[in-house]
């Protein structure tokens, strides 16, 4: 190992942890310690110092991670994502909070021997809010942080405990007993539904914009879980990546929260399925909404105010929906599906 800082990031071979630690290493002033239950692949492996397999649940894990690395930054992407925990709620708890705790007392641990403050970035998501109904979330409009957090699903709940845990953590640990502050720069963005040319829909509740996209590519048909008229707030996979490296970077002193919304654009489900029939002429998409997940996505709001996260540390993102369509997504799906000979059959 070098002597460059150590960054952990634990579900690196998710959707989120790929592009992450591409461009942590593009920036070359980190060394990557990967952390996924599965081996994380091979083109991701070779931009890392060092990769583990292992599970976040896992005392032993963590304490061998700490007296091998010294670790400065932790970005703590793994989780169960919304629709699997909701077959699963209190594995879900399990890995989502418990786990969550886990890494946040590793990042306290790494603060006092290094004596110097960690970082801890933390993707929560727009699963935190729980709107009543479509009247109430049509009137909202952009939701802040502060409102209508009453999710519906565990995946929303473990995300907003966290939050709240990780905020005691970075400013009230321990309150009553004397003794300096834990250490822990907790930091935490409210992610709305990512959209990945690269790596493919994972469980999450929103991946029915990512799922018809890539269904569309492979020529197959895809009969779209929620109504047409859905509205939630999306982002470009490389938006969020910056976002979070952004918020890495940002001086303390210039953040008035621990939590920030961030989004880009906010389609229906069925301006969404118009784009995809416009760039890809061959596209099957039909409608057939299922009632439990478009309960879960009706409680979400169709926008967010992401005012604090471009004040306070300059949040813009780059890609807007046409944009995400005609340079990100079309030509790098298009690009991935496409024959390999001949012969060959469109990749499945």
């Not at 634990?10 to 461009?23: D, F, K, M, P, Y």
């Not at 890392?48 to 649940?57: E, F, K, M, S, Y």
């Not at 029915?208 to 492979?218: F, N, S, T």
């Not at 005012?307 to 799906?333: H, K, Q």
């Amino acid at each position: 190992m070098t002597r460059k800082p150590v960054v952990l990031v634990t579900g690196a071979g998710g959707e989120v942890g790929h592009g992450l630690i591409h461009q942590l290493a593009d920036l070359g002033v980190y060394d990557v310690l990967a952390l996924d239950v599965r081996a994380v692949d091979e083109a991701v492996a070779r931009r890392c110092a060092a990769t583990r397999v292992g599970d976040i649940l896992d005392h032993h894990l963590l304490e061998r991670l700490q007296s091998e690395f010294e670790i400065s930054v932790v970005f703590h992407l793994a989780a169960l994502l919304s629709t699997r925990a909701e077959f699963v709620p209190e594995t879900a708890h399990e890995v989502n909070v418990q786990g969550t705790l886990n890494l946040l007392r590793l990042a306290l641990d790494e603060a006092r021997s290094l004596g110097r403050p960690v970082r801890f970035l933390f993707p929560s998501s727009v699963a935190v809010y729980g709107l009543p109904n479509l009247e109430t979330k049509r009137a909202a409009g952009k939701v802040a942080e502060p409102a209508w957090l009453m999710p519906i699903t565990m995946y929303g709940c473990n995300k907003l405990y966290c939050e709240h845990l990780g905020r005691y953590f970075g400013r009230h640990y321990r309150q009553l007993a004397a003794g300096e502050p834990s250490g822990v720069d907790f930091r935490a963005i409210r992610l709305p539904g990512l959209i990945s040319a690269f790596t493919l829909p994972s469980g999450g509740t929103s991946d029915y914009a990512p799922e018809m996209i890539h269904a569309a590519a492979q020529r197959r048909p895809y009969a779209c879980f929620v109504r047409e008229d859905t509205r939630i707030p999306f982002m470009a996979m490389p938006d969020a990546i910056t976002a979070l490296l952004a918020l890495l970077e940002a001086p303390a002193g210039s953040l008035t929260g621990a939590v920030y919304n961030v989004a880009a654009f906010n389609p229906s489900a069925g301006e969404l399925a118009d784009l995809v029939r416009g760039a890809l002429p061959d596209a099957r998409i039909s409608f057939a909404p299922d009632r439990r997940r478009q309960a879960i996505v009706d409680s979400w709001p169709e926008d967010v105010d992401d005012t604090p996260a471009r004040r306070d540390w300059g949040f813009r993102p780059a890609y807007d929906l046409r944009r995400t369509f005609e340079e990100y997504l079309v030509p790098n799906i298009t690009r991935r599906y496409a024959p390999r000979g001949p012969g060959d059959a469109h990749v499945r």
